[in-house]
Nanobody
Framework: QVQLVESGGGSVQAGGSLRLSCVAS?????MAWFRQRLGEERERVAF????????GYDDSLKGRFTISQDYDKNTLYLQMNNLQPEDTARYYC???????????????WGPGTQVTVSS
């Protein structure tokens, strides 16, 4: 079992930044951030393969979002810069025991944190 708790969401204006955090009870092989816009399906934002440090991003977000880990604190981060109204969504932290990490089939999910970007 992996418990995940996200924090760091909030309301910002377009062009602003936020850093999301996810405290994990333990790390799994794959750790990821997903988001779900209102009325849409959940989509994978970024993942990190804990064993190798390999990272992957949704192509449309690469360059603005950065995923990272602090192993000592069992914490996963998502740094989001130059936020736009279309980034408004609920953001979820997720964990998966086995690779590949570039999949939507994750085993454990946090409750999510809301990000709202106004124009």
């Amino acid at each position: 079992q992996v418990q995940l708790v996200e924090s760091g969401g909030g309301s910002v204006q377009a062009g602003g930044s936020l850093r999301l955090s996810c405290v994990a009870s333990r790390y799994a092989t794959c750790m990821a951030w997903f988001r779900q816009r209102l009325g849409e399906e959940r989509e994978r934002v970024a993942f990190i393969w804990s064993g190798t440090g390999l990272k992957g991003y949704d192509d449309s977000l690469k360059g603005r979002f950065t995923i990272s880990q602090d192993y000592d604190k069992n914490t996963l981060y998502l740094q989001m810069n130059n936020l736009q109204p279309e980034d408004t969504a609920r953001y979820y932290c997720a964990a998966r025991w086995d690779s590949p990490c570039a999949t939507d089939a994750y085993d454990y999910w946090g409750p999510g944190t809301q990000v709202t970007v106004s124009s």
